[in-house]
């Protein structure tokens, strides 16, 4: 069982950054990160493939989130810019053990998830 363990929230003004990581502990296939905000569904974020080549976006975060990976210390993460207070949510980093016909954005197609990290922006 893959362990994924999410570090680097917290509270922040708008239009500054931070710097989500999960680490995982073993190798996994593409990655990504969803988040969740109070009362509502869970959102896709961005994800990543298995080589680090290939990235995917919400339109919402697009040219404001970045991610990457560095598969030599089994970490992924999200570089968050210019935050907004609609960006307030529980981040949560997401691993497939395989490759899966689920769309990127389809957090069914994920098989481990970590336990979040909070994300608060203030206006």
């Known amino acids: 069982q893959v362990q994924l363990v999410e570090s680097g929230g917290g509270l922040v003004q708008a239009g500054y950054s931070l710097r989500l990581s999960c680490a995982a502990s073993?190798?996994?296939?593409?990655m990504g990160w969803f988040r969740q905000a109070p009362g509502k569904e869970r959102e896709f974020v961005a994800a990543?493939?298995?080589?680090?080549?290939?990235?995917l976006y919400a339109d919402s975060v697009k040219g404001r989130f970045t991610i990457s990976r560095d598969n030599a210390k089994n970490t992924m993460y999200l570089q968050v810019d210019s935050l907004k207070p609609e960006d307030t949510a529980v981040y949560y980093c997401a691993a497939r053990r395989a490759y899966s016909t689920l769309p990127a954005g389809n957090r069914a197609g994920y098989d481990y998830w970590g336990q979040g990290t909070q994300v608060t922006v203030s206006s």
């Open positions: 990543i493939s298995a080589s680090g080549l290939t990235t």
């Open positions: 073993e190798r996994t296939f593409s």
